[in-house]
């Protein structure tokens, strides 16, 4: 069930252009019937922006319980570093914040039942399939990160029969090598991004090149899937519930800080 405390929920994506597509809004859409408390987006690199966006919720009063929920598929440089950077700079160092959505409970199983659904429906053996996690990289990789292995590892772990593997938009392994990479017949191509914008609608499908000999399904960019904010919201009810029952149990009895209260 969804927390019923007054908490406000803030979704905070990378964001770069109004091409990319709004994935932060959308989610909040999505979460704030719910929730009982405001969600709200913001993006680090484009508009609403996040510092911005805190110093509202601060003038509003709704920053008392906020929890932050990165929409990012990485705990890479901006959610381990500078988001925490950017929430002490607004004094909200006692903000909760979820870890990214790709170390949520329940993830791994969600991306694994949407595989064999997929795989039903095209009457593919996994056996027969290579599944390719497609994540955004940075230029300067030359090798996959330990969070692209390990999250395969998970991915391969669900589903051992599949052939697992990663390839970056940018950087190394690249994607536009994917035909060197399997050498099954048939291939799933899964974008590890958080919207539809133009990575996702157009570099995606270009660097694939797919032609009519090649037996392999493009899906829609996880954090676009329905089932995924149903996900988010139990995970972000779990904190809120937690952090309350945490605060009660570490508040110190009435007037023991009163040394002249008959109990103390």
């Not at 019923?4 to 252009?17: E, M, N, Q």
């Not at 999250?151 to 697992?164: G, I, M, T, W």
């Not at 009895?253 to 009163?258: E, Q, V």
Request: net charge negative.
């Amino acid at each position: 069930m969804p927390y019923r405390g007054k908490t406000t929920l803030l979704i905070v994506a990378h964001g770069t252009s109004v091409e990319n597509g709004d994935p932060a809004g959308d989610l909040a859409r999505k979460l704030a019937p719910a929730w009982f408390g405001d969600v709200v987006p913001a993006y680090m690199r484009s508009e609403p922006g996040l510092e911005q966006v805190l110093t509202d919720l601060a003038a509003q009063g709704k920053t008392d319980r906020l929890l932050v929920v990165p929409l990012f598929f990485s705990a890479g440089y901006l959610v381990t570093e500078e988001l925490p950077k950017m929430l002490a700079g607004a004094g909200l160092s006692h903000a909760m914040v979820l870890p990214p959505v790709t170390g949520l409970n329940g993830f791994v199983p969600m991306v694994a039942r949407y595989l064999e659904q997929t795989l039903l429906i095209q009457n593919w053996a996994a056996s027969d399939t290579t599944l390719f996690l497609i994540a955004h990289g940075l230029k300067t990789l030359r090798e996959p990160t330990s969070e692209q292995i390990w999250l395969a590892q998970r991915v391969a772990n669900v589903l051992p029969e599949l052939s697992v593997r990663v390839v970056n938009i940018e950087g190394q392994p690249s994607l536009l090598d994917w035909r060197q990479k399997t050498d099954r017949p048939n291939r799933l191509f899964l974008p590890i991004l958080a919207g539809g914008g133009v990575h996702a609608r157009e570099d995606v499908p270009d660097m694939l090149a797919l032609t009519g000999q090649d037996q392999g399904v493009l899906l829609d960019p996880v954090g676009t899937w329905p089932v995924l904010p149903p996900i988010i919201l139990e995970q972000a009810a779990q904190k809120a519930r937690r952090t309350v029952v945490l605060a009660n149990y570490m508040m110190p009895p009435l007037g023991s800080r009163d040394h002249n209260s008959p109990l103390s």
